[in-house]
């Protein structure tokens, strides 16, 4: 990416806002993808991707001619796009919706979730305006001043290391990584660690768990690429030390994204989540919902959607697929009972370790580590009933990647006829490919409901009701 300083600057109007977290203006009949601005501006910009055979180009604003009602200052002067490109310079990634009201923020994120079902899902619009018209909803109107403000919601925060071995985070679509002094979106729990303080040399990635009911937080360390082991090992020992003097010392550990490998250094490896009724383990960089709030959130929407329809009796035989440490697994259990079942599947063994350890207690639950698509695709006994046919579930809930199901994992489990599947997001875009899947297999959207999960960013968290469409017209 090119600095905004050495790029051309033009002056345009916005149009809509769409998925991935810009808004699209025209010039001379070429399509730019702008950031940091908001449908119906005037701005200047500066081109950051303007190849003269390219498609189309990128830009950040740098300056608002004409702006829009719902512009705000930026609360995080470091991703600030106005504030840097006076500089002639990049502004951090991480809150490039941070200069719009909140308000606003929902109001663009109901437009992205709109137009891709509509136009990737398939969803007629009249269709949409019954099953969304409350369109993208906020979880943290209850909280203190702080978090209405969208700020504190963050319980897991990955950060880079300057060359010079200060914190920091990248610019967008950047290798650059810029100096950062606070981290508003995360939990006071990670301010209060002071990481910026701190000489990161010999380390290339930081990532820290602060579980959201206050116990112990995580500090994962990865040391650069190409260090001695005896460097690395320094580094990670230097850090620990300083970590250890602070009031409430965190666990750390040393850490290799590579294979989410492991070295406690002091501490321990894992923290501790906690949900109404459960308790979670969850080690290393294992997959934990970021917003404080959403566990709760997502639990409440999915199971409330399968509890509604009365697709999980007592008794019931359900699956929770792309299980991570068994959020959903855990109130599936209680609510088919112990005559029912679950099966629990999870791709990454640690994630799946904990999903063990988490259930143990619920012999109604089978944990299976392994890829959905081929544990789906298998004559496993996962996917066999006991008199040999493929097995069939009465609910599932489907929580993917941010890639989704796709196209095989779709069509794998409609082959299990269930009756409904709950559909846990984070892709608008991935999320409306999978309907028009389902879609394609004679299935329909019962019930959408989205979640503003990532103040400040522009993603958004969406959980549906899919059931067979002979269903909804029965
Ligand atoms: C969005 S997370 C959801 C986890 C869990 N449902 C939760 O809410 O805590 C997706 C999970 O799918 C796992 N995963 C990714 N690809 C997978 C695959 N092909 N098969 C099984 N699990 C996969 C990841 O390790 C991650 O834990």
Redesign the pocket.
Known sequence: MSEPTSTPRLTVTVGPVAHGGHCVARHDGRVIFVRHAIPGETVEIALTEHDADAKFWRADVTRVVEGSPDRVSHFWPEADALRAGARGASPIGGAEFGHISRPGQLKLKTDVVREQLERLGGVPTERLNELFAAGVEDVDSSGTQAQQAGLGWRTRVGFAVTPSGKLGMHAHRSHTVLPISEMPLALPAVDELRLWELDFTGIDRVEVAAPANGSGVLVLLAPAHGLSEKAAGHAVNRIARALAALETPPSVARWNPENSAIEVVSGRGWVKETTADHEFRVTGD????IHRNAPKV?TDAALGFLLEGGYLNDGADVA??????G??TAPLADAVGSDGSVLS????PG?SRDARKNLHASEQVEILQ????KILGTQSRASQSAAGQRRRFDAVVL???RAGAGKVVVRALVATQPQAIAY?S?DPAAFARDVKYFANAGWRLAKVRAFDLYPHTHHVETVALLVPAAAIAS
Not at 320 to 325: K, S, V
């Open positions: 294992g997959f934990w919902q997502l929770d697929l792309y299980a991570g440490a959020l959903f599947v999870e791709g990454s994630t392994g890829r959905v698509e929580d993917p990647p846990v984070c």
